[in-house]
T-cell receptor
Framework: AQSVAQPEDQVNVAEGNPLTVKCTYSVSGNPYLFWYVQYPNRGLQFLLKYITGDNLVKGSYGFEAEFNKSQTSFHLKKPSALVSDSALYFCAVRDWGKLIFGQGTELSVKP | ETGVTQTPRHLVMGMTNKKSLKCEQHLGHNAMYWYKQSAKKPLELMFVYSLEERVENNSVPSRFSPECPNSSHLFLHLHTLQPEDSALYLC?????????????FGPGTRLTVL
């Protein structure tokens, strides 16, 4: 069965510094990978996805993610964090029409 | 706004009550989903509808009953719930149930069962 893991429950970053939120996956076949963000009292918002092609995927709000097949990773990155990026981030993999989510990583960006 | 709305946003109900959650999408999508989000747990897929037919029931107890009268609307009927059913219930839609399509989520209904 397909699965994703987010090894960090929380990531703390100073504003202006680069951020990375980690995700590793386990799939059979080609993975379809997604990142979502959830702000307090809101639903999930789609950030970006990897289907095929370039390993570096660019998404909303300046976020990008790098697909690494050898390391089975799909880490989310941003060159310069903003306080408004503070939220809960979910990595997900598509499995026969279903999205399988990781447990989420709380990102906290301090001024 | 994602184009997916949910009502009510908050709901408190007793274990003997019957209530319904409503989801509406304005995106022209053909697939709709119900998820349960509990604290400290990954999102749990509950139901999937594609072209108004249920294609997935992820071992959900019968006290949760979905209904999809058309491609724009999805309901979750609730009866005789338990306190452990308290959670955020999220509705989502996608173009279809294909592998590469991202899902668009509503804001959720925060359910508390007393």
């Amino acid at each position: 069965a397909q699965s994703v893991a987010q090894p960090e429950d929380q990531v703390n970053v100073a504003e202006g510094n680069p951020l990375t939120v980690k995700c590793t996956y386990s799939v059979s076949g080609n993975p379809y990978l997604f990142w979502y963000v959830q702000y307090p009292n809101r639903g999930l918002q789609f950030l970006l996805k990897y289907i095929t092609g370039d390993n570096l995927v660019k998404g909303s709000y300046g976020f990008e993610a790098e697909f690494n097949k050898s390391q089975t990773s799909f880490h989310l990155k941003k060159p310069s964090a903003l306080v408004s990026d503070s939220a809960l981030y979910f990595c997900a993999v598509r499995d026969w029409g279903k999205l399988i989510f990781g447990q989420g990583t709380e990102l906290s960006v301090k001024p | 706004e994602t184009g997916v709305t949910q009502t009510p946003r908050h709901l408190v109900m007793g274990m003997t009550n019957k209530k319904s959650l409503k989801c509406e999408q304005h995106l022209g999508h053909n697939a709709m989903y119900w998820y349960k989000q509990s604290a400290k747990k990954p999102l749990e897929l509950m139901f999937v509808y594609s072209l108004e037919e249920r294609v997935e029931n992820n071992s959900v107890p019968s006290r949760f009953s979905p209904e999809c009268p058309n491609s724009s609307h999805l309901f979750l009927h609730l009866h005789t719930l338990q306190p452990e059913d308290s959670a955020l219930y999220l509705c989502a839609s996608s173009q279809d149930s294909g592998e590469s399509n991202e899902q668009f989520f509503g804001p959720g209904t925060r359910l508390t069962v007393l």
